[in-house]
């Protein structure tokens, strides 16, 4: 099987930040291997991104090392004292949860748990009942966290105290054995995991409560005397979670798509004007699915390139129909306007729909530039790739800085952009486009200095500022030094290199007559103005190709699907108290 393609490199190794020149890392956004940081100090003319790539590795490095230090599982948490609310914060609480959590991940049957939470009062919830406890405590926790109970440090604030009074009831749950009720309460803390104060905890939490939901059959559709819409709502909210996660993290998905024969039940409380959310949150994680199988698995990498790409443009075809089938008010490609968020849910409910279509779009385009020879196809790619990573920059006026935010739209994806278009600034630096560019990277050092404010410095947001800070000089510099441009050219001709697939030379990516360009250049121009909300005066209009690098070192880029893995995310982490 692997005779298909003798250039196949399959490896799977942990990196922190760099990585080796001649493999693909475990996370995505380990983008700088050595070589790539000498060809970029050669470019750059000073040393200033090897020291702050060196800095930021060491900081990966530091706070990877805290997380081993503190576990969060530890026995200690096990022995706590219920935590004092009110009444009267305990029903804002739940009713924080159901009005901005509920309506974006609709595990729970909100009569019931209404009902039955106004029977329970703390601190005095009796411990017959672990599963319950778990659960009620893990909502109170989501809730409090909405109404401004969190923190992006962890084990500060109440939402904290009450997540860990959720957690501290785990091993009980387990005892018991597999339920509803448990699966539920798993799937409640793993909601609140997405935050960067106990982020670490996600993995586990995920693995189990798929593996609960398998184990009870729900994928089957078997409720054993339970409710079969709640069962259903819950086995759907799970495959939306876990397909999300597999994908970030590049590995396959636990749940079998062809073993599924659970129905999808009608869920109003997910429904935004036209747009049903809960049918197009599954329909999504299920393109994960296939994307990962026929473009991004190891079996796919086996293949020559010529049957990857026309995977991936199945998949684009997938991604499109799955775009265009959104209302245009929440449809990725359409400019978002705040006026629309009439609350929380509907705007976290449009920017995961944006990020989910952008996180993808890089990937299969990044896989494109690596594969594809032809030099329209990559302008196109190129062109695309850009596009997407503006958008997300462009998104982030919209985000909540705030400890809530799930990491995936607050750090994880903005970074990724950010890393995108330094790279696009400093290969193109006399672009009409630059000028935007460098617009778009100002915005997103801003976005990251606020967050590292609002988190008092527990998320060092500044270090990655400082990559819009170095584009920003190069520019001012190149453009300062007579004949620099003829020599950036030079240095861009020796940059392409053939790729793993390829015979002959990247440089003929900008070949082609000037017709055929300036064609598919106004296509691309016609939707990017409408995605980036950014105006032709920037030079984003413009017919002028964009280089963008593909040397033998590319396998340090295809990876982008795994845009949340370990090193990023241990980046927007807080460490557990020891």
């Known amino acids: 099987m692997l005779s298909a ?68 599982w530890r026995s200690r948490y096990r022995a706590l004292e219920p935590v004092h609310i009110s009444k009267d914060e305990t029903q804002d609480f739940i009713q924080h949860y159901f009005i901005d959590v509920h309506p974006v991940f609709p595990f729970l049957d909100q009569v019931e748990f209404r009902q039955r939470a106004l029977e329970t009062s703390l601190p005095y919830v009796s411990d017959t009942d672990p599963q319950y406890i778990a659960l009620y405590y893990a909502i109170l926790a989501l809730g409090c966290q909405q109404s401004g109970g969190g923190s992006f440090d962890a084990g500060e604030g ?66 054993l005397g ?71 698995s190891t079996t796919a990498s086996t293949r020559s390139a010529a049957s990857q790409l026309a995977s991936v443009g199945q998949v684009r075809n997938l991604l499109e129909q799955w775009r265009q089938s959104i209302p245009e008010d929440f ?86 952009a950010l890393f995108i278009l330094f790279d696009f600034v400093v290969h193109n630096p006399s672009h009409p486009a630059t000028r935007g560019n460098l617009t778009l990277l100002d915005i997103a050092s801003g976005h990251f200095s606020i967050l590292e404010h609002s988190s008092s410095g527990s998320i060092p947001g500044n270090c990655l500022s400082e990559f819009a800070h170095i584009a920003r000089q190069y520019v001012r510099d190149f453009s300062s030094r007579p004949g620099e441009a003829s020599r950036a050219a030079a240095a861009a001709g020796e940059d392409r290199q053939p790729g793993i697939h390829s015979g002959t030379s990247h440089g003929a990516s900008h070949s082609g007559s ?40 590319f396998l340090d880029w295809m990876d982008m699907q795994s845009i949340s893995d370990t090193e990023v995310r241990m980046l927007f982490s807080s460490a557990f108290p020891s």
């Open 331 to 416: 449809r990725p490609g359409e400019p978002l306007r705040r006026v629309r968020f009439t609350d929380d849910k509907t705007k976290q409910v449009a920017l995961l729909t944006h990020c989910y279509h952008h996180h993808l779009t890089i990937a299969l385009e990044r896989a494109v530039l690596f594969l594809n020879e032809d030099g329209e196809a990559r302008l196109a790619s190129s062109r695309n790739l850009l596009h997407a990573a503006r958008a997300i920059i462009e998104l982030t006026r919209y985000i909540d800085v705030e400890p809530h935010t799930p990491i995936y739209i607050l750090g994880i994806l903005p970074s990724s």
């Open 158 to 223: 109440k939402a904290w105290e009450l997540f860990r009074m959720a957690i501290s009831h785990v091993t009980d749950v387990h005892r018991i054995g597999d339920s509803l009720m448990t699966l539920q309460a798993l799937t409640a803390m793993a909601i609140f995991t997405m935050n960067t104060a106990s982020m670490q905890m996600d993995q586990s939490l995920l693995a189990e409560m798929t593996r609960m939901a398998l184990a009870l059959r729900y994928h089957k559709s078997m409720t």
């Open 514 to 553: 000037q017709e055929n360009r300036q064609e598919l250049c106004s296509n691309e121009l016609n939707t990017t103005s409408a995605q980036t909300g950014v105006d032709g005066g920037d030079g984003w209009n413009t017919l002028e190709p964009l280089y963008y690098p593909v040397t033998d070192d």
């Open 5 to 72: 393609s003798p250039n196949a490199i399959l490896y799977d190794e942990f990196s922190v930040f760099k990585i080796h020149d001649q493999r693909v890392a475990s996370s995505g956004l380990a983008f700088f291997s050595q070589r790539k940081i000498d060809s970029l100090t050669k470019r750059l003319g000073n040393p200033r991104l090897r020291q702050l790539v060196d800095s930021v590795e060491d900081l990966v490095r530091s706070r990877l090392s805290d997380q081993v230090k503190a576990d969060p």
């Open 226 to 296: 339970e409710n079969p819409a709640t069962c259903q709502r819950t086995f759907w909210v799970v495959y939306h979670l876990e397909k999300q996660y597999s994908f970030q993290a590049r590995r396959s998905s636990a749940i079998a798509d062809y073993d599924i024969g659970c129905p999808i039940p009608s869920v109003p409380d997910s429904q935004f004007g036209d747009y049903n959310w809960f049918w197009s949150s599954i329909r999504f994680s299920r393109l994960l699915s296939i994307a990962y199988e026929s473009v991004f």
